[in-house]
């Protein structure tokens, strides 16, 4: 059995207090007299932040990806999605050919007053309707008003970035 | 000027000016403190701190905080001891103001030169005990009365370490009085600090924690005891706990100063001169001793409740004993 000799450091007692004390005054300082370089914080409404890539802002919609599938109602842990959609049917595309039904959308409503950003919803969409936008600023005075309906959330598709570069 | 000098020899008119006038100190240094310490914590903290209140600066967010306590609703909870939980603040508010009166400012300039001004100091000092003992008590709620019979244990064992660590001084002295211990200290040529620095450091931790401030916050402890004695205070009278607080910080380092420091004296500076600069060299050296603490309270964690009593009884009773001793070695010897 090998045995490590434990290192042994020679430091004064407190000298632990001593350096807690440096490294306050110094970031007091540091943050007093260079405030643009050391501000960890900033003026929000005033200025605002770059939002990160993958930012959990809001969730948009493609409605013409959507087909009613209902998988992110049925997946979403807070019940905070509802949909409703109905069958059309389609002329052949041949003469003679078969009817093609397609779903369409009535209604898609999220609550963000219930929603809780787990992303999961947009994670299980098989067609790609669901997205990510950094956008954060829709805080509203009534708790109804949190509940967008799906002309809203086509709006926020606009925001919606570019997919960012996969990680190495 | 005649008619003034005659209306404020008269006993009365001015004790009213001087009541007057450190009632105003009170609110004033209270909101001067509270302003640097939100400023000053927001830059150890690398933040902005108050921004928009008063156009610039945030320099009026004390007076909004203020004007926000009056216009809160008078809460009384039903379980509460009503008159003794309406006493309470005020007892602690007046302690603090009671200390204002014997803090010389310059050669002449005290509300009350007080024989045994230092004395009269810790006596009254520790009447806030009692007021914080009588605002957890009252309250009706278990975590007020935690944090009250913390505090209470708190202050009784902070106290000892306070009084032993001044009587160096007093013994250098001679006197008890605070004018005579700062001129002592000018005549001596140099400020008490050289040979009590041990009373220094024990005056100062135990003045922390007589504060009740981090890292000896036990009483309030937010993560345990919501706001201890505190917590069902609303309104004016959390105001006057604030206000309180912060004067209380003011006071006990200006005694500091003076006991320790030199008080309105700096080495090298001509008498009639002192008589105007005093007020300001003493305002200059208590609030470099409120930035200390307020430096300490944002660096350091809070002690665990055993490790506190240990620190005065273990450390800074025969600390400040053996100060004592040394101290009264060093009078008689030299």
Known sequence: MTTTTPTKRRVFPGMGMVKGLWVTIYTMFRTIFRPGKYLATINYPKVKETPVPRARGVIALDQEACTVCMLCARNCPDWCIYIEGHKEEQAPSTPGGRVKVRATLDRFDIDYALCMYCGICVEVCPFDALFWSPEYEYSETHMGEMLHDMDRLQGWLETVPPDPELEK | MDFLTSLFSNFWVSLTGKLLLVALMIPLIGMVIGYAEMKLSAKMQARVGPYFAGGRWGWAQLIADGVKFFQKEDLIPDEADRPVFKIAPVLVLVST????????????????????????????????????????????????????????????????????????????????????????????????????????????????????????????????????????????????FFLAEFANMFSLSAIAVTLFLGGYWLPGIPEDVLAYAGPVILLAKTFLLVFTMIWFRWTFPRFREDQLQSLAWKWLIPLALANIILTGAFKVYL
């Open chain 2, 97 to 240: 103001v009671a200390i204002l009166v014997i803090i010389p400012f310059g050669p002449g300039l005290i509300f009350r030169d007080l024989e045994v001004g230092i004395f009269f100091a810790l006596a009254i000092s520790s009447l806030s005990t009692v007021g914080v003992l009588m605002a957890g008590w009252s309250s009706g709620n278990k975590y007020s009365l935690m944090g009250g019979l913390r505090a209470a244990g708190q202050l009784i064992a902070y106290e000892l370490p306070l009084v032993l660590a001044v009587i160096g001084s007093v013994m250098l002295a001679g006197t008890m009085s605070m004018s005579g211990i700062v001129e002592a200290q000018i005549s001596a040529g140099y400020p008490y600090v050289v040979l009590q620095f041990i009373g220094f450091g024990i005056f100062m931790i135990a003045a922390l924690a007589e504060l009740s401030r981090i890292p000896f916050d036990m009483p309030i402890a937010e993560s345990e005891l919501v706001m201890g004695y505190l917590t069902e205070y609303s309104g004016f009278r959390f105001l006057f």
